[in-house]
């Protein structure tokens, strides 16, 4: 699921370990518990296909989005239960900071459906609120707090 994981094996470069700035155990668990529920039904073609050119030709082509997930001809729209699994996966998190250094590591490994996962989250706190709600939400103290 990780491409920057994948290229280091690959170039024999993940013998000594693989050094990921800035990254705590607890959020390589985190990233660890998200990838082993997810490889089982992970589709890498359908994960290649996903990935964007930062700056698209004119006129923009509005394809259908690709998913990773194999897709399944059952009635259910998350046979798996990814969905489900996901949701409590990131309201578990304790606070908005291991949600952050989640997106931060997903991000250095290059793990695209998890940065989604999380981005989303932070989107889903900031929709519909004012920005002094964004503040108290997002535990901003000012909009110069790093």
């Known amino acids: 699921m990780s491409t920057t994981l994948l290229d280091m094996n690959e ?4 013998e000594g370990g693989i050094p990921i700035k800035g990254a ?14 997810h490889a089982p039904h992970y589709d890498p073609v359908a994960s290649a296909a996903r990935l964007r050119d930062p700056f698209p030709l004119f ?12 897709p399944v001809t059952q009635l259910d729209p998350d046979p798996h239960g990814l969905e489900a ?3 409590k996966f990131i309201s578990d998190l304790p606070d908005n900071s291991a949600l952050f250094n989640l997106i931060i590591v997903a991000n ?3 793990i695209e459906e998890l940065v989604d996962l999380g981005c989303t989250a932070v989107a889903d706190k900031m929709r519909g609120k004012t920005p002094d709600e964004i503040r108290v939400a997002l535990d901003i103290e000012n909009d110069y707090t790093p």
């Not at 705590?24 to 529920?37: M, P, Q, S, W």
């Open 85 to 87: 699994w996901d949701r």
């Open 11 to 14: 170039a024999g470069c993940a």
């Open 24 to 37: 705590d155990a607890g959020t390589l668990r985190l990233v660890a518990a998200y990838c082993e529920k």
């Open 108 to 110: 250095l490994m290059a």
């Open 59 to 70: 006129p923009i082509d509005f394809t259908p989005a690709t998913y990773a997930v194999k």
